[in-house]
């Protein structure tokens, strides 16, 4: 008896093993060329949980990342630009309201101008001008941040899509360096 649980057992624990070296060896050369990527960028763990949210990651190289997290600055740049206009609404001072309104200014730049750039750029191997795009969008988000005399209620937002941006970009200098 001991040996038929042994057995079972055994067999049970080789079946799982394999099962899971199947699932790695597939899984491995998205994730490689993720963990590769996002080595080589700021901001490591922000870009590997970015890409891998993201289903087309698994199979993107260098360039499909990239365009991956340029979507990234778009989402985060209109949920910051979203917010900016709830603030702006919410805000009865004029002294609130002009710094808020420089934000809205610079977000709608990333959202219109920096954005498609990048993207643009990307699609047609101008890397150089992709990378101009993001860097763009880095000042931007630190200007609004600046536009502040004290304390920013944008600190959190303007830090996340500066950094995204500072990830793209360092991904547009690996394109431009291979």
Same mark, same amino acid.
């Given at each position: 008896?001991? /040996?038929?649980?042994?057995?079972?057992? /055994?067999?049970?624990?080789?079946?799982?093993?394999? %099962?899971?070296?199947?699932t790695q060896s597939r899984a491995s050369p998205a994730n490689n060329a993720i963990e590769q990527t996002c080595k080589r960028t700021?901001?490591?763990?922000?870009?590997?949980?970015?890409?891998?949210?993201? +289903?087309?990651? *698994?199979?993107?190289?260098?360039?499909?990342?990239?365009?991956?997290?340029?979507?990234?600055?778009?989402?985060?740049?209109?949920? !910051?630009?979203?917010?900016?206009?709830?603030?702006?609404? %919410?805000? +009865?001072?004029?002294?609130?309201?002009? +710094?808020?309104?420089?934000? %809205?200014?610079?977000?709608?730049?990333?959202?219109? =101008?920096?954005? +498609?750039? =990048? !993207?643009?750029?990307?699609? !047609?191997?101008?890397?150089?001008?992709?990378?101009?795009? !993001?860097?763009?969008?880095?000042?931007?988000?630190?200007?609004?941040?600046?536009?502040? *005399?004290?304390?920013?209620?944008?600190?959190?937002?303007?830090?996340?899509?500066?950094?995204? =941006?500072?990830?793209?970009? %360092?991904?547009?200098?690996?394109?431009? *360096?291979?």
């Amino acid at each position: 008896m001991k /040996t038929f649980v042994m057995t079972i057992t /055994t067999s049970s624990l080789i079946v799982l093993l394999f %099962a899971l070296y199947t699932t790695q060896s597939r899984a491995s050369p998205a994730n490689n060329a993720i963990e590769q990527t996002c080595k080589r960028t700021p901001n490591y763990n922000l870009c590997v949980s970015s890409l891998r949210s993201d +289903p087309r990651s *698994s199979d993107a190289d260098v360039r499909g990342l990239a365009l991956i997290m340029v979507g990234v600055i778009e989402a985060k740049a209109k949920e !910051t630009l979203s917010h900016i206009k709830d603030l702006i609404k %919410a805000s +009865p001072k004029r002294d609130e309201k002009q +710094p808020l309104s420089s934000c %809205a200014d610079y977000y709608n730049a990333i959202i219109t =101008a920096d954005v +498609p750039q =990048a !993207t643009q750029a990307l699609k !047609t191997g101008n890397y150089k001008f992709a990378e101009q795009g !993001t860097d763009d969008t880095e000042n931007e988000a630190d200007f609004c941040e600046k536009s502040f *005399s004290g304390r920013s209620p944008l600190t959190e937002m303007n830090k996340l899509v500066h950094d995204v =941006a500072a990830i793209a970009a %360092a991904m547009t200098r690996i394109l431009l *360096s291979s």
